[in-house]
T-cell receptor
Framework: NAGVMQNPRHLVRRRGQEARLRCSPM?????VYWYRQLPEEGLKFMVY????????ESGMPKERFSAEFPKEGPSILRIQQVVRGDSAAYFC???????????FGEGSWLTVV | QKEVEQDPGPLSVPEGAIVSLNCTYSNSAFQYFMWYRQYSRKGPELLMYTYSSGNKEDGRFTAQVDKSSKYISLFIRDSQPSDSATYLCALKVGGSQGNLIFGKGTKLSVKP
C-alpha cells in the first residue's frame, strides 16, 4: 500500500516565480493536510482539505498561498510570487474518513533563490 | 504560553540507555496524542498514538499520557544508534478530524 506521495521532492524557484507542490494521499484516505517546516522550526499547520472542500485554512498565509483537492487528481499547494522566506519543507499528510491517525509524505523542499 | 512545549535538546545517550522524551501542553481540549520520528530530510513517521491517560507499549517504545498534569512522555528502552532522529509530539483536539499541533521536536543522538 503506497504511502502519501509528494512531488517534486526538491524544487528551486527564483523570487517572483510560482511553485506548485503536489500530493497524492494514501489509498482510501479522503482527508489531506499541508504543513510547513522552516529550518530549526517545528511543523506548522497550513490547511486541511477534503475532496473539493477546504475545511480549515487557518494556518495559511492570506496572500500568495492557495490549496485545492479536486475530485480527480492530487492535492495542489500553490505559492505565487515566491519570496526567500518561503524556502522551507512542505509536508502533505492524509487520514481516512473517521480516522484519527495522520500519515505524512516525505516532503517537498522548496528553495527560493 | 505556547500550546505545546517540547525541549529541543539535543539529547545524547549511549547505546542501550533508556530515553525519556516529554511534552507539556496548555489546552485541556487536546484528546489525541501522537509521537512521530523524523530522520533528517525525511517526513515524520508515526510511532505511537494514544487517546486516553495511561500507558501504551509497542516494542521498545512506551507512550504515557497524564491529562491531569497535561504532560505526555515517550520512553525508548534499549536505545539503538538507529533511533537517532528528531522526535515530535503532536496533539489533536477531539473530534474525528482536525489538524495536529506539534511540539518543536527533540533531537536525539544514540552513541554506539
Amino acid at each position: 500500500n503506497a504511502g502519501v506521495m509528494q512531488n517534486p521532492r526538491h524544487l528551486v524557484r527564483r523570487r517572483g516565480q510560482e511553485a506548485r507542490l503536489r500530493c497524492s494521499p494514501m489509498k482510501g484516505h479522503s482527508h489531506v493536510y499541508w504543513y510547513r517546516q522552516l529550518p530549526e522550526e517545528g511543523l506548522k499547520f497550513m490547511v486541511y482539505l477534503q475532496k473539493e472542500n477546504i475545511i480549515d485554512e487557518s494556518g495559511m498565509p492570506k496572500e500568495r498561498f492557495s490549496a485545492e483537492f479536486p475530485k480527480e487528481g492530487p492535492s495542489i499547494l500553490r505559492i505565487q510570487q515566491v519570496v526567500r522566506g518561503d524556502s522551507a519543507a512542505y509536508f502533505c499528510a492524509s487520514s481516512p474518513e473517521g480516522g484519527n491517525t495522520i500519515y505524512f509524505g516525505e516532503g517537498s523542499w522548496l528553495t527560493v533563490v | 504560553q505556547k500550546e505545546v512545549e517540547q525541549d529541543p535538546g539535543p539529547l545524547s545517550v549511549p547505546e542501550g540507555a533508556i530515553v525519556s522524551l516529554n511534552c507539556t501542553y496548555s489546552n485541556s481540549a487536546f484528546q489525541y496524542f501522537m509521537w512521530y520520528r523524523q530522520y533528517s530530510r525525511k517526513g515524520p513517521e508515526l510511532l505511537m498514538y494514544t487517546y486516553s491517560s495511561g500507558n501504551k507499549e509497542d516494542g521498545r517504545f512506551t507512550a504515557q499520557v497524564d491529562k491531569s498534569s497535561k504532560y505526555i512522555s515517550l520512553f525508548i528502552r534499549d536505545s539503538q544508534p538507529s533511533d537517532s532522529a528528531t522526535y515530535l509530539c503532536a496533539l489533536k483536539v477531539g473530534g474525528s478530524q482536525g489538524n495536529l499541533i506539534f511540539g518543536k521536536g527533540t533531537k536525539l543522538s544514540v552513541k554506539p
